[in-house]
């Protein structure tokens, strides 16, 4: 069973950095695009970045693009999520997807939490 699992969210301080993982499981990840997303309460769930199946090209939400860095291993089935200079407004459930571009097929993780502290 495809199955996506996020990890390393908690409570951080603002002004700090955090990485997130996305571990991947019943899928060849190398056959997905990987995205990350967020929810932040009371809001709907926005893009924060994708990367492309080898890892060579990455987007990202254009408010995000100085503080977030995409990452993957295929190997190990891992996607990551690098964020610095957090802020307040950076609280939220964050997301990892998995997108098969060819087919439209997508798979959603659980989410972890980043709450934000000042």
């Known amino acids: 069973q495809e199955q996506l699992v996020e990890s390393g969210g908690g409570l951080v301080q603002a002004g700090a950095s955090l990485r997130l993982s996305c571990a991947s499981s019943g899928l060849t990840v190398s056959n997905y695009a990987m995205g990350w997303f967020r929810q932040a309460p009371g809001k709907e769930r926005e893009f924060v970045g994708a990367?492309?199946?080898?890892?060579?090209?990455?987007h990202y939400a254009a408010s995000l693009k100085e503080r977030s860095t995409i990452s993957r291993d295929n190997a190990k089935n891992m996607v990551y999520l690098h964020m610095n200079s957090l802020k307040l407004e950076d609280t939220g459930i964050y997301y990892c997807?998995?997108?098969?571009?060819?087919?439209?097929?997508?798979?959603w993780g659980q989410g972890t939490q980043v709450t934000v502290s000042s």
């Open positions: 997807n998995a997108l098969r571009v060819a087919t439209g097929t997508a798979y």
């Open positions: 990367i492309n199946w080898n890892g060579r090209v990455t």
